[in-house]
């Protein structure tokens, strides 16, 4: 596989887990949202799979490895954020928290099209 290749697949990756992430955040916002939301459950799925099973789950992984690149992150952190929104409850800072994941994941989606246009 050719480095453009793998950083149009990383690439693409980043971009879905920021649209995921912005479903959420429009939801939560907007107060439309509830824990059975399908994008919702999604994902926590996606945070608690980065703190319950490690090799188990790629996707996973992957975001873990995005968000900790660009932010000060820990597993106990995603997994705080992954059951708040699975609980009928969020936590009063889920917001600001989804928000830095989503900086988080904009700074990385910049890094990889500065590396596909050859800039990095």
């Given at each position: 596989?050719?480095?453009?290749?793998?950083?149009?697949?990383?690439?693409?990756?980043?971009?879905?887990?920021?649209?995921?992430?912005?479903?959420?955040?429009?939801?939560?916002?907007?107060?439309?949202?509830?824990?059975?939301?399908e994008?919702?459950?999604?994902?926590?799925?996606?945070?608690?799979?980065?703190?319950?099973?490690p090799?188990?789950?790629?996707?996973?992984?992957?975001?873990?490895?995005?968000?900790?690149?660009?932010?000060?992150?820990?597993r106990r952190?995603?997994?705080?954020?992954?059951?708040?929104?699975?609980?009928?409850?969020?936590?009063?800072?889920?917001?600001?928290?989804?928000?830095?994941f989503?900086?988080?994941?904009?700074?990385?989606?910049?890094?990889?099209?500065?590396?596909?246009?050859?800039?990095?």
């Amino acid at each position: 596989m050719s480095y453009s290749g793998l950083y149009s697949g990383l690439y693409v990756r980043v971009r879905d887990y920021a649209q995921l992430l912005d479903d959420v955040l429009i939801g939560l916002k907007t107060g439309t949202s509830s824990p059975s939301d399908e994008r919702r459950k999604q994902l926590a799925r996606l945070l608690l799979g980065t703190t319950t099973t490690p090799h188990s789950n790629l996707s996973a992984q992957i975001l873990q490895i995005f968000l900790q690149t660009e932010a000060t992150l820990d597993r106990r952190q995603l997994d705080d954020v992954g059951n708040a929104l699975l609980s009928s409850e969020p936590t009063p800072n889920l917001i600001e928290k989804l928000e830095g994941f989503a900086t988080a994941l904009e700074q990385e989606r910049a890094g990889i099209l500065a590396k596909m246009r050859g800039r990095a």
